[in-house]
């Protein structure tokens, strides 16, 4: 019987359960926390493998694109059941890939914001009536299914020192000044608990590459500014082709302060964000099946590309 339910929406305190699961029957998994959120929900990691190449993989920054947390549970849990049984994923030796790399998952970056969205926080809840009264001041956003930021109202993916400067005029000119459900970028670079903490666990890996799965559009975005990776314009191809997905630039008024723009800046190596599915936010569960078809050729790329091509 499979471990992580994709029938029912992820929050965290399933997530803890399904990464405790995972790990207590694939012993050669492994976790640990990051960091606690302000409110104390801890966001944890998730890792496979002991290859040389280490790639990093996060999930659902955006918290009403929490159906991203499946993609890696799904991915661990597949990827584990391959390797106790010989087998392959996606076309290749599970045992090899992680021979070859280590994975390292967060597949849940926003805990807080995530257990808003999908109904885990009571509507009489202290922290549940302050995200109402900060989205109360952008009334065109419904709430709490618009909500894409943690629960003291800063958009997570605007909060790392990349063009924040740039970031925080671009959606300051939009009227997203002050704390709410989306697009307020924090009041310094890294000044949430979880932003910090991915920062630092980034540091210490010094991955190879990094993937930002998001929703939607079916697009994969590779660049930040005009600096120049070697290489990250021809793999993000090999995830167009196997995802079917367009790889494409960031639009400019979502082009800074991102993670991937962060790592790319800073370690000058591939990093990708994957808006994965299409629709309105929240995205179905009906879509998972699909957006999990598609991106798990990238998942496995991305951890060995010489061994996939």
Not at 246 to 266: H, M, N, R
């Amino acid at each position: 019987m499979p471990i992580v339910d994709t029938t029912i929406p992820i929050t965290s305190a399933r997530c803890d359960e399904a990464i405790r699961a995972l790990t207590e029957r694939y012993p050669f998994l492994r976790s640990e926390e990051l960091t606690t959120t302000v409110f104390q929900r801890p966001v944890r990691t998730l890792v496979a493998g002991n290859g040389n190449r280490k790639v990093l993989y996060t999930a659902a920054h955006h918290a009403n694109e929490w159906i991203t947390a499946y993609v890696l549970l799904r991915f661990a849990e597949d990827l584990a059941e391959a390797v106790e049984q010989n087998g392959e994923i996606f076309g290749l030796p599970a045992r090899e890939l992680l021979e070859a790399a280590t994975i390292y998952m967060v597949p849940l970056v926003n805990p807080d914001g995530v257990d808003l969205v999908a109904g885990a926080i009571p509507a009489g809840d202290p922290t549940y009536l302050t995200a109402l009264s900060l989205a109360a001041y952008y009334p065109a956003i419904p709430f709490p299914d618009g909500w894409k930021a943690n629960l003291i109202g800063t958009d997570l993916n605007l909060n790392y020192p990349a063009g924040w400067l740039q970031a925080r005029e671009i959606k300051f000119s939009r009227g997203y000044t002050r704390p709410g459900p989306r697009d307020y970028v924090g009041k310094f670079p890294l000044s949430e608990p979880e932003t910090r903490a991915l920062a630092g666990y980034t540091e210490v890996l010094d991955p190879a590459l990094v993937l930002a799965f998001h929703t939607q559009g079916q697009v994969i975005y590779w660049r930040f500014r005009d600096y120049e990776v070697p290489g990250a314009e021809e793999l993000g191809r090999r995830f167009a082709r196997v995802s079917g997905y367009v790889l494409d630039d960031t639009p400019y008024e979502s082009s800074f302060a991102g993670f991937k723009d962060w790592f790319i800046q800073e370690y000058r190596r591939p990093g990708y964000t994957i808006e994965a599915g299409a629709g309105e936010n929240p995205l179905p569960l009906e879509q998972f099946d699909e957006i999990y078809r598609r991106c798990l050729g990238i998942l496995v790329i991305a951890a060995a590309p010489e061994l996939t091509e």
